[in-house]
């Protein structure tokens, strides 16, 4: 895929997501040390390596299993980002999970390594963790977050 924007330095991405370690789980937030979702921990790792977010995002429903015939979290990401296939991204890299067959990619990761990455989950907050055969397998979608 051809890129027209130049990326963001995928060391600095990966340092400003670890700064999120420990961060509790909170449905629909987005506040470092606070609380966020997996997408408030991409809206936050946007505004510190990116900048001010360019749209709101409008609230949206945790159901995993959600079908459809649109990829909003996809759709959304290609407005302000730079989409590479999933086997060409590295660490630094959102990558869009498809949780149930079928269904539409409902939640974000970002890679921290070939084989690692990060994500804010249900009870846990966010976390880093092995990206398993398992994990691997449902990544739909994979962005750059582009330079400021």
Do not use: N
């Not at 609380?35 to 946007?46: H, K, M, S, T, Y």
């Not at 630094?92 to 067959?101: D, E, I, K, S, Y």
């Amino acid at each position: 895929m051809t890129q027209l924007f130049a990326s963001a330095d995928p060391a600095s991405v990966v340092a400003v997501a670890r700064s999120w370690l420990g961060t509790p789980y909170h449905d629909q937030a987005s506040l470092r040390g606070v609380g966020c979702d997996c997408l408030g921990l991409a809206q936050g790792v946007w505004r510190e390596v990116v900048g001010p977010e360019p749209f709101p995002i409008p609230p949206y429903s945790r159901d995993w299993g959600e079908t459809g015939p649109r990829e909003v979290l996809a759709d959304g990401a290609r407005r302000m980002m730079i989409e590479v296939s999933p086997a060409e991204a590295g660490p630094g890299a959102l990558v869009l999970f498809r949780m149930m067959p079928r269904a539409i990619a409902k939640h974000v990761g970002i890679l921290t390594g070939p084989d690692s990455f990060l994500h804010a989950y249900e009870r846990l907050g966010v976390i880093e963790e092995p990206l398993t055969s398992s994990w691997r397998r449902r990544i739909a979608f994979a962005f750059l977050f582009p330079q400021r």
